[in-house]
Nanobody, 127 residues
Framework: QVQLVESGGGLVQPGGSLRLSCAASGFAVKDYVIGWFRQAPGKERVGVSCIHSRELRTVYAASVKGRFTISRDNAKNTVYLQMNSLEPEDTAVYYC????????????????????WGQGTQVTVSA
């Protein structure tokens, strides 16, 4: 069955970096749209970045563009989110999600388009 396991979260000072990993099983990441989403306390879950199957097109939220980079390692069946220049506003639980279809929603990195979700990893940016 499809399974996603996130790791790499933790506590980091403002300006620091973290790399999140999303290890997939039950499917090949190269064949799915994979997304990173985050949910801060009291707020909705929102898209951070997505990477599409086949053409490897990437999408970023405006708030993270230039600071975060999504990448994919097909051999390890893992998707990464490199987060640099972290800010306190980046504090949230980060979730990995996957869907086999490129739709209007998954193309826009919208959470409604994704069927499979991991359990999340906490990222806290604080001095």
């Amino acid at each position: 069955q499809v399974q996603l396991v996130e790791s790499g979260g933790g506590l980091v000072q403002p300006g620091g970096s973290l790399r999140l990993s999303c290890a997939a099983s039950g499917f090949a990441v190269k064949d799915y749209v994979i997304g990173w989403f985050r949910q801060a306390p009291g707020k909705e879950r929102v898209g951070v970045s997505c990477i599409h199957s086949r053409e490897l097109r990437t999408v970023y939220a405006a708030s993270v563009k230039g600071r975060f980079t999504i990448s994919r390692d097909n051999a390890k069946n893992t998707v990464y989110l490199q987060m640099n220049s972290l800010e306190p506003e980046d504090t949230a639980v980060y979730y990995c999600a996957a869907d086999p279809l490129i739709t209007v929603q998954t193309a826009a990195c919208s959470r409604e388009g994704f069927d499979y979700w991991g359990q999340g990893t906490q990222v806290t940016v604080s001095a």
